[in-house]
Protein backbone atom coordinates (compact mmCIF):
# COMPACT_ATOMS: atom_id res chain seq x y z
CA UNK A 1 0.00 0.00 0.00
CA UNK A 2 1.18 3.54 -0.69
CA UNK A 3 1.11 5.38 2.14
CA UNK A 4 2.25 8.60 0.84
CA UNK A 5 -0.27 11.56 1.74
CA UNK A 6 -1.29 12.15 -1.50
CA UNK A 7 -5.07 13.54 -0.61
CA UNK A 8 -4.99 17.11 0.28
CA UNK A 9 -7.05 19.05 2.13
CA UNK A 10 -8.73 22.22 1.47
CA UNK A 11 -7.47 25.24 2.64
CA UNK A 12 -11.03 27.17 2.27
CA UNK A 13 -12.48 25.97 5.90
CA UNK A 14 -13.18 27.50 9.21
CA UNK A 15 -10.86 24.58 10.75
CA UNK A 16 -7.62 23.66 10.45
CA UNK A 17 -5.93 20.03 9.60
CA UNK A 18 -5.24 18.71 13.45
CA UNK A 19 -3.29 15.32 14.15
CA UNK A 20 -3.15 12.90 16.54
CA UNK A 21 -6.91 11.97 16.79
CA UNK A 22 -8.38 8.61 17.92
CA UNK A 23 -11.13 8.10 15.07
CA UNK A 24 -13.76 4.95 15.10
CA UNK A 25 -16.20 4.34 12.32
CA UNK A 26 -19.27 3.17 13.24
CA UNK A 27 -21.27 1.66 11.27
CA UNK A 28 -24.99 1.33 10.95
CA UNK A 29 -27.45 2.19 13.48
CA UNK A 30 -27.20 0.21 17.05
CA UNK A 31 -23.02 0.53 16.94
CA UNK A 32 -23.09 4.17 16.22
CA UNK A 33 -26.07 4.65 19.08
CA UNK A 34 -25.15 2.66 21.30
CA UNK A 35 -21.71 4.00 21.50
CA UNK A 36 -23.20 7.71 21.62
CA UNK A 37 -25.01 6.19 24.89
CA UNK A 38 -21.71 4.98 26.40
CA UNK A 39 -20.17 8.05 25.96
CA UNK A 40 -22.90 10.03 27.47
CA UNK A 41 -23.22 7.45 30.43
CA UNK A 42 -19.40 8.21 30.94
CA UNK A 43 -19.65 11.81 30.57
CA UNK A 44 -18.44 13.72 33.44
CA UNK A 45 -19.33 17.74 32.31
CA UNK A 46 -21.49 18.10 29.31
CA UNK A 47 -23.76 16.45 26.64
CA UNK A 48 -24.18 18.88 23.39
CA UNK A 49 -25.82 17.81 20.22
CA UNK A 50 -26.97 19.06 17.07
CA UNK A 51 -30.54 17.25 15.74
CA UNK A 52 -31.86 17.62 12.33
CA UNK A 53 -34.94 15.23 12.21
CA UNK A 54 -36.29 12.91 15.51
CA UNK A 55 -39.22 10.13 15.20
CA UNK A 56 -41.31 10.36 18.66
CA UNK A 57 -41.21 6.29 18.65
CA UNK A 58 -37.38 6.05 18.23
CA UNK A 59 -35.31 4.16 21.13
CA UNK A 60 -31.72 3.67 22.01
CA UNK A 61 -30.56 0.82 21.30
CA UNK A 62 -29.64 -1.12 24.48
CA UNK A 63 -32.35 -0.42 26.84
CA UNK A 64 -31.37 2.80 27.24
CA UNK A 65 -35.13 4.47 25.89
CA UNK A 66 -36.02 7.70 24.00
CA UNK A 67 -33.85 10.53 23.23
CA UNK A 68 -35.64 12.52 25.45
CA UNK A 69 -34.42 9.79 28.05
CA UNK A 70 -30.84 10.14 27.48
CA UNK A 71 -30.98 13.55 27.55
CA UNK A 72 -33.03 14.14 30.83
CA UNK A 73 -30.81 10.92 32.32
CA UNK A 74 -27.98 13.34 31.85
CA UNK A 75 -29.10 16.45 33.26
CA UNK A 76 -30.37 14.21 36.67
CA UNK A 77 -26.19 13.51 36.67
CA UNK A 78 -25.51 17.15 36.69
CA UNK A 79 -24.25 17.27 33.56
CA UNK A 80 -24.83 20.50 31.26
CA UNK A 81 -26.98 19.55 28.63
CA UNK A 82 -27.54 21.35 25.49
CA UNK A 83 -29.20 20.70 22.10
CA UNK A 84 -29.21 22.98 18.62
CA UNK A 85 -32.60 21.46 16.82
CA UNK A 86 -33.67 22.54 13.31
CA UNK A 87 -36.97 24.47 13.01
CA UNK A 88 -37.85 24.71 9.37
CA UNK A 89 -38.92 27.64 7.69
CA UNK A 90 -42.75 28.92 8.45
CA UNK A 91 -43.50 28.62 5.00
CA UNK A 92 -42.40 25.50 4.47
CA UNK A 93 -44.08 24.29 7.18
CA UNK A 94 -42.78 21.32 9.80
CA UNK A 95 -41.56 18.09 7.95
CA UNK A 96 -42.57 15.10 9.40
CA UNK A 97 -39.94 14.20 12.26
CA UNK A 98 -38.46 17.14 13.04
CA UNK A 99 -38.83 18.41 16.73
CA UNK A 100 -39.28 22.39 15.93
CA UNK A 101 -40.17 23.57 19.15
CA UNK A 102 -44.25 23.43 18.63
CA UNK A 103 -46.91 23.91 21.18
CA UNK A 104 -46.85 20.46 21.53
CA UNK A 105 -43.37 19.58 21.56
CA UNK A 106 -43.03 22.31 24.58
CA UNK A 107 -45.65 20.58 26.05
CA UNK A 108 -44.17 17.07 25.71
CA UNK A 109 -40.88 18.38 27.48
CA UNK A 110 -42.99 20.53 30.19
CA UNK A 111 -44.97 17.12 31.15
CA UNK A 112 -41.85 15.31 30.94
CA UNK A 113 -39.95 18.35 33.36
CA UNK A 114 -37.10 18.21 31.05
CA UNK A 115 -34.23 20.70 32.06
CA UNK A 116 -31.87 20.19 29.16
CA UNK A 117 -31.18 24.00 27.43
CA UNK A 118 -32.48 23.91 24.07
CA UNK A 119 -32.11 26.70 21.20
CA UNK A 120 -34.23 25.97 17.73
CA UNK A 121 -32.21 27.52 14.58
CA UNK A 122 -33.88 28.11 11.09
CA UNK A 123 -31.80 27.46 7.81
CA UNK A 124 -31.91 30.13 4.84
CA UNK A 125 -35.34 30.04 2.22
CA UNK A 126 -36.05 26.23 2.25
CA UNK A 127 -32.89 24.53 3.15
CA UNK A 128 -32.01 22.41 6.16
CA UNK A 129 -29.91 22.86 9.37
CA UNK A 130 -28.83 19.32 8.67
CA UNK A 131 -26.01 18.60 11.31
CA UNK A 132 -26.11 15.81 13.21
CA UNK A 133 -23.16 15.90 15.98
CA UNK A 134 -22.40 14.92 18.95
CA UNK A 135 -20.14 16.18 21.80
CA UNK A 136 -18.90 14.84 24.77
CA UNK A 137 -17.41 17.00 27.71
CA UNK A 138 -16.66 19.57 25.69
CA UNK A 139 -13.31 21.63 26.53
CA UNK A 140 -12.21 18.73 28.67
CA UNK A 141 -8.96 16.72 28.02
CA UNK A 142 -11.85 13.52 27.09
CA UNK A 143 -13.65 15.57 24.92
CA UNK A 144 -15.08 12.88 22.37
CA UNK A 145 -17.01 13.99 19.12
CA UNK A 146 -19.21 12.24 16.66
CA UNK A 147 -19.95 13.32 13.14
CA UNK A 148 -22.13 11.28 11.04
CA UNK A 149 -25.80 11.48 9.48
CA UNK A 150 -27.95 9.46 11.77
CA UNK A 151 -31.10 10.20 12.60
CA UNK A 152 -32.76 9.58 16.34
CA UNK A 153 -35.08 7.45 13.79
CA UNK A 154 -34.85 4.23 12.93
CA UNK A 155 -32.46 1.66 14.01
CA UNK A 156 -32.91 -1.37 11.12
CA UNK A 157 -29.75 -2.36 9.95
CA UNK A 158 -29.25 -4.45 6.72
CA UNK A 159 -28.37 -7.73 8.10
CA UNK A 160 -31.45 -7.65 9.94
CA UNK A 161 -35.15 -8.59 9.12
CA UNK A 162 -37.56 -5.70 9.07
CA UNK A 163 -39.99 -3.41 7.58
CA UNK A 164 -37.17 -0.70 7.05
CA UNK A 165 -33.47 -1.24 6.55
CA UNK A 166 -31.24 1.73 6.63
CA UNK A 167 -27.82 2.04 6.21
CA UNK A 168 -25.45 4.50 8.08
CA UNK A 169 -22.54 5.52 9.27
CA UNK A 170 -21.19 7.75 12.04
CA UNK A 171 -17.12 8.33 13.08
CA UNK A 172 -16.08 8.78 16.93
CA UNK A 173 -13.03 11.67 17.06
CA UNK A 174 -11.33 12.13 20.15
CA UNK A 175 -8.15 14.31 19.82
CA UNK A 176 -7.43 17.80 18.86
CA UNK A 177 -10.38 18.11 16.29
CA UNK A 178 -12.88 17.61 18.50
CA UNK A 179 -12.19 21.49 19.17
CA UNK A 180 -13.55 22.45 15.85
CA UNK A 181 -16.66 20.42 16.48
CA UNK A 182 -16.95 22.73 19.79
CA UNK A 183 -16.67 25.17 18.02
CA UNK A 184 -18.99 24.69 15.68
CA UNK A 185 -21.77 24.47 18.18
CA UNK A 186 -20.69 27.66 19.92
CA UNK A 187 -20.76 29.71 16.76
CA UNK A 188 -24.66 28.12 15.91
CA UNK A 189 -25.83 28.10 20.15
CA UNK A 190 -24.53 31.62 20.39
CA UNK A 191 -26.29 32.70 17.11
CA UNK A 192 -29.61 30.53 17.06
CA UNK A 193 -32.36 32.07 14.98
CA UNK A 194 -34.59 31.67 17.43
CA UNK A 195 -32.18 32.64 20.68
CA UNK A 196 -34.76 35.57 21.11
CA UNK A 197 -38.15 34.30 20.47
CA UNK A 198 -39.96 33.22 23.06
CA UNK A 199 -40.99 29.31 21.57
CA UNK A 200 -36.77 29.74 20.60
CA UNK A 201 -35.73 28.01 23.69
CA UNK A 202 -35.97 25.40 26.58
CA UNK A 203 -34.54 25.44 29.72
CA UNK A 204 -32.95 28.64 30.06
CA UNK A 205 -34.15 32.38 29.01
CA UNK A 206 -31.67 32.70 26.05
CA UNK A 207 -29.21 34.94 27.23
CA UNK A 208 -26.61 32.21 28.24
CA UNK A 209 -24.04 32.28 25.55
CA UNK A 210 -21.41 30.10 25.41
CA UNK A 211 -17.21 30.57 25.39
CA UNK A 212 -15.53 29.79 21.79
CA UNK A 213 -12.96 26.84 22.88
CA UNK A 214 -9.97 28.40 24.25
CA UNK A 215 -7.73 25.18 23.59
CA UNK A 216 -7.62 21.77 22.20
CA UNK A 217 -7.52 18.38 23.39
CA UNK A 218 -4.78 16.44 23.51
CA UNK A 219 -3.40 13.83 21.43
CA UNK A 220 -5.33 10.42 21.62
CA UNK A 221 -4.67 8.68 18.51
CA UNK A 222 -2.34 9.03 14.90
CA UNK A 223 -4.92 10.00 12.39
CA UNK A 224 -4.89 13.31 10.51
CA UNK A 225 -8.80 14.70 10.83
CA UNK A 226 -10.03 18.04 9.49
CA UNK A 227 -13.61 18.94 10.02
CA UNK A 228 -15.38 20.45 7.40
CA UNK A 229 -18.63 22.47 6.97
CA UNK A 230 -21.47 23.79 4.20
CA UNK A 231 -22.40 27.03 6.03
CA UNK A 232 -25.16 29.30 3.88
CA UNK A 233 -23.44 33.19 3.04
CA UNK A 234 -25.08 35.19 5.94
CA UNK A 235 -26.37 32.64 8.49
CA UNK A 236 -23.48 33.10 10.97
CA UNK A 237 -21.51 36.23 11.27
CA UNK A 238 -18.60 35.61 14.38
CA UNK A 239 -15.81 33.75 11.98
CA UNK A 240 -13.17 34.32 15.41
CA UNK A 241 -10.71 31.71 15.21
CA UNK A 242 -10.17 28.23 16.68
CA UNK A 243 -7.68 27.54 18.46
CA UNK A 244 -4.69 26.73 16.49
CA UNK A 245 -6.84 28.03 13.37
CA UNK A 246 -7.37 31.67 11.82
CA UNK A 247 -10.23 33.68 11.28
CA UNK A 248 -12.76 32.80 8.62
CA UNK A 249 -15.19 34.94 7.10
CA UNK A 250 -18.47 32.98 7.95
CA UNK A 251 -20.58 35.55 6.81
CA UNK A 252 -19.38 34.70 3.93
CA UNK A 253 -20.42 31.20 4.07
CA UNK A 254 -18.72 27.77 3.85
CA UNK A 255 -18.13 25.10 1.40
CA UNK A 256 -15.34 22.98 2.57
CA UNK A 257 -17.18 20.18 1.90
CA UNK A 258 -17.52 20.34 -1.65
CA UNK A 259 -13.78 21.60 -2.02
CA UNK A 260 -12.66 18.54 -0.03
CA UNK A 261 -14.56 16.10 -2.57
CA UNK A 262 -13.07 17.82 -5.49
CA UNK A 263 -9.30 17.17 -3.88
CA UNK A 264 -9.69 13.80 -2.84
CA UNK A 265 -11.32 12.47 -6.28
CA UNK A 266 -8.72 14.65 -8.03
CA UNK A 267 -5.96 13.18 -6.06
CA UNK A 268 -7.38 9.21 -6.16
CA UNK A 269 -4.50 7.21 -7.71
CA UNK A 270 -6.42 3.74 -7.53
CA UNK A 271 -9.90 3.43 -6.26
CA UNK A 272 -12.81 5.33 -4.92
CA UNK A 273 -15.78 4.00 -2.56
CA UNK A 274 -18.67 6.59 -2.13
CA UNK A 275 -21.69 5.80 -0.06
CA UNK A 276 -24.33 8.57 -0.47
CA UNK A 277 -27.90 9.30 -0.11
CA UNK A 278 -27.74 11.15 -3.65
CA UNK A 279 -26.33 10.77 -7.06
CA UNK A 280 -23.47 13.29 -7.20
CA UNK A 281 -23.92 16.81 -8.75
CA UNK A 282 -22.51 17.09 -12.49
CA UNK A 283 -19.55 18.88 -10.46
CA UNK A 284 -18.37 16.13 -8.81
CA UNK A 285 -19.35 14.03 -11.59
CA UNK A 286 -17.15 14.94 -13.77
CA UNK A 287 -14.47 14.59 -11.65
CA UNK A 288 -15.46 10.57 -11.00
CA UNK A 289 -15.37 10.87 -14.49
CA UNK A 290 -12.06 12.20 -15.36
CA UNK A 291 -11.01 9.53 -12.43
CA UNK A 292 -12.16 7.06 -14.13
CA UNK A 293 -10.57 7.40 -17.40
CA UNK A 294 -7.30 8.09 -15.88
CA UNK A 295 -8.02 4.12 -14.04
CA UNK A 296 -9.42 4.35 -10.67
CA UNK A 297 -11.58 1.99 -9.98
CA UNK A 298 -15.31 3.65 -8.74
CA UNK A 299 -18.28 2.40 -6.80
CA UNK A 300 -21.18 4.31 -5.85
CA UNK A 301 -23.62 3.05 -3.46
CA UNK A 302 -27.03 4.84 -3.35
CA UNK A 303 -30.80 4.18 -1.97
CA UNK A 304 -31.80 1.39 -4.79
CA UNK A 305 -35.39 2.99 -4.49
CA UNK A 306 -34.62 6.57 -5.28
CA UNK A 307 -36.62 9.41 -3.29
CA UNK A 308 -39.32 11.14 -4.97
CA UNK A 309 -37.62 14.04 -5.48
CA UNK A 310 -35.13 12.09 -7.56
CA UNK A 311 -38.26 10.84 -9.80
CA UNK A 312 -39.16 14.27 -10.20
CA UNK A 313 -35.80 15.47 -11.09
CA UNK A 314 -35.41 13.15 -13.77
CA UNK A 315 -38.57 14.40 -15.64
CA UNK A 316 -37.78 17.99 -14.77
CA UNK A 317 -35.72 18.82 -18.06
CA UNK A 318 -34.14 21.37 -16.31
CA UNK A 319 -32.25 18.61 -14.32
CA UNK A 320 -30.85 16.64 -17.10
CA UNK A 321 -27.09 17.60 -16.98
CA UNK A 322 -27.63 15.61 -13.78
CA UNK A 323 -28.83 12.54 -15.27
CA UNK A 324 -26.69 12.70 -18.45
CA UNK A 325 -23.45 12.75 -15.84
CA UNK A 326 -24.35 10.15 -14.04
CA UNK A 327 -24.93 8.33 -17.14
CA UNK A 328 -21.56 9.47 -18.40
CA UNK A 329 -20.05 7.48 -15.66
CA UNK A 330 -22.36 4.09 -16.41
CA UNK A 331 -20.13 3.78 -19.94
CA UNK A 332 -16.78 3.22 -17.72
CA UNK A 333 -16.08 -0.78 -17.25
CA UNK A 334 -14.50 0.26 -14.24
CA UNK A 335 -17.91 1.92 -12.62
CA UNK A 336 -20.72 0.52 -10.33
CA UNK A 337 -23.45 2.49 -9.46
CA UNK A 338 -25.12 -0.42 -6.76
CA UNK A 339 -28.24 -0.60 -4.27
CA UNK A 340 -28.54 -3.36 -1.12
CA UNK A 341 -31.44 -5.47 -0.29
CA UNK A 342 -31.63 -7.82 3.10
CA UNK A 343 -33.57 -10.14 3.62
CA UNK A 344 -37.36 -9.50 4.18
CA UNK A 345 -37.99 -11.90 6.77
CA UNK A 346 -40.25 -13.47 3.89
CA UNK A 347 -37.89 -15.71 2.11
CA UNK A 348 -37.44 -12.28 0.09
CA UNK A 349 -35.39 -9.34 -0.38
CA UNK A 350 -35.61 -5.92 0.80
CA UNK A 351 -34.43 -2.83 -0.38
CA UNK A 352 -31.99 -1.24 2.13
CA UNK A 353 -32.39 2.52 2.24
CA UNK A 354 -28.79 4.04 1.85
CA UNK A 355 -28.62 7.27 4.17
CA UNK A 356 -24.98 7.15 4.80
CA UNK A 357 -22.68 9.41 3.24
CA UNK A 358 -18.92 8.69 2.77
CA UNK A 359 -16.31 8.29 0.27
CA UNK A 360 -13.54 6.20 0.85
CA UNK A 361 -10.07 6.99 -1.35
CA UNK A 362 -6.95 4.52 -1.83
CA UNK A 363 -7.60 2.66 1.65
CA UNK A 364 -5.49 5.98 3.05
CA UNK A 365 -8.60 8.39 3.62
CA UNK A 366 -11.86 9.00 4.20
CA UNK A 367 -14.95 11.31 4.82
CA UNK A 368 -17.71 10.67 6.97
CA UNK A 369 -20.71 13.00 7.81
CA UNK A 370 -23.83 14.57 7.15
CA UNK A 371 -23.38 16.17 3.56
CA UNK A 372 -25.36 14.29 0.51
CA UNK A 373 -23.74 15.18 -2.44
CA UNK A 374 -26.58 16.94 -4.11
CA UNK A 375 -26.94 20.79 -4.64
CA UNK A 376 -28.89 21.76 -1.27
CA UNK A 377 -26.36 19.68 0.74
CA UNK A 378 -23.09 20.68 -1.02
CA UNK A 379 -24.39 24.65 -1.36
CA UNK A 380 -27.18 25.46 1.57
CA UNK A 381 -27.40 23.44 3.82
CA UNK A 382 -25.43 23.62 7.02
CA UNK A 383 -23.50 20.62 7.26
CA UNK A 384 -20.58 18.73 8.61
CA UNK A 385 -17.97 15.99 7.81
CA UNK A 386 -15.12 14.66 9.72
CA UNK A 387 -12.13 14.00 7.02
CA UNK A 388 -9.39 11.89 8.27
CA UNK A 389 -6.34 10.23 6.88
CA UNK A 390 -5.35 7.06 9.06
CA UNK A 391 -4.33 4.00 6.41
CA UNK A 392 -5.17 1.45 9.11
CA UNK A 393 -8.57 2.63 10.01
CA UNK A 394 -9.78 3.66 6.82
CA UNK A 395 -8.40 0.35 5.28
CA UNK A 396 -10.50 -2.02 8.05
CA UNK A 397 -13.46 0.47 7.47
CA UNK A 398 -13.18 -1.05 3.62
CA UNK A 399 -13.29 -4.37 4.95
CA UNK A 400 -15.71 -4.51 7.30
CA UNK A 401 -18.54 -2.45 4.72
CA UNK A 402 -18.05 -5.18 1.98
CA UNK A 403 -17.80 -7.77 4.29
CA UNK A 404 -21.17 -6.04 4.59
CA UNK A 405 -22.46 -5.90 1.35
CA UNK A 406 -20.60 -8.60 -0.36
CA UNK A 407 -20.72 -11.67 2.43
CA UNK A 408 -16.81 -11.49 1.60
CA UNK A 409 -14.25 -11.26 3.53
CA UNK A 410 -11.33 -8.69 1.40
CA UNK A 411 -8.73 -8.41 3.90
CA UNK A 412 -6.38 -9.91 1.41
CA UNK A 413 -7.62 -7.61 -1.52
CA UNK A 414 -5.95 -4.63 -1.96
CA UNK A 415 -8.83 -1.71 -2.25
CA UNK A 416 -8.72 -1.92 -6.21
CA UNK A 417 -9.14 -5.75 -6.65
CA UNK A 418 -11.66 -5.60 -3.90
CA UNK A 419 -14.07 -2.87 -5.79
CA UNK A 420 -13.66 -5.45 -8.98
CA UNK A 421 -14.87 -8.29 -6.64
CA UNK A 422 -18.19 -5.32 -6.19
CA UNK A 423 -18.90 -5.14 -9.31
CA UNK A 424 -18.70 -9.10 -10.26
CA UNK A 425 -20.58 -10.05 -7.61
CA UNK A 426 -23.20 -6.84 -7.76
CA UNK A 427 -23.86 -7.68 -11.15
CA UNK A 428 -24.44 -11.55 -10.96
CA UNK A 429 -26.75 -10.30 -7.77
CA UNK A 430 -28.52 -8.00 -10.43
CA UNK A 431 -28.79 -10.94 -12.78
CA UNK A 432 -30.49 -13.09 -10.11
CA UNK A 433 -33.12 -10.47 -8.95
CA UNK A 434 -33.82 -9.93 -12.01
CA UNK A 435 -34.43 -13.87 -12.65
CA UNK A 436 -36.39 -13.76 -8.83
CA UNK A 437 -33.70 -15.63 -7.14
CA UNK A 438 -33.04 -13.62 -3.75
CA UNK A 439 -30.71 -16.52 -3.05
CA UNK A 440 -27.80 -13.48 -3.29
CA UNK A 441 -24.24 -13.59 -1.76
CA UNK A 442 -24.53 -10.85 0.16
CA UNK A 443 -26.71 -7.63 -0.25
CA UNK A 444 -25.47 -5.61 -3.03
CA UNK A 445 -26.56 -5.78 -6.45
CA UNK A 446 -25.87 -3.69 -9.70
CA UNK A 447 -27.90 -0.97 -10.79
CA UNK A 448 -28.50 1.16 -14.35
CA UNK A 449 -26.94 4.49 -14.67
CA UNK A 450 -28.76 5.45 -17.21
CA UNK A 451 -32.32 4.35 -15.78
CA UNK A 452 -31.73 5.26 -12.42
CA UNK A 453 -34.91 7.68 -11.11
CA UNK A 454 -36.78 6.50 -13.97
Known sequence: ?????????????????????????????????????????????????????????????????????????AVARGLDVRVIFWRPAAADGAPVRTFAGSAADRAMLGERGSRFRARWDRAHGGFCQHQKSWLVDAGRPSATAFV???????????????????????????????????????QRWNEASERAAGDGVWGHDGDDDLPFPDGVPSPRGAALVQIQRTVHAGRYRDGRAVPGGRPHDIHGGERSILDQYLLAIGAARRALYIENQAVPVPEVAAALDAALARGVDV??????????????????PERRPLFDALAALGRHERFALVG????????????VYVHAKAMLVDDAWATIGSCNLHAASLLGNTEMNASFRDPAVVRALRCALL????????????????????????????????????????????????AYGA
Open 1 to 73: MDASPHIPFPASGSYPVRAGNAVRPLVDGAAAFGRICAAIAAARHSVWATIAFVAPEFRMPGGHGSLFDVLDR
Open 148 to 186: GDLNPRALADPGHDGEEQIHDLYVEVAGPAAADVHHNFV
Open 299 to 316: VLLVPARPEDQVRAARRA
Open 340 to 351: IAGRDGRGGRAD
Open 403 to 450: AEHLGSDTADLDDGRALALYRRIARENRRRRDAGDSDWRGLAFSLDPA
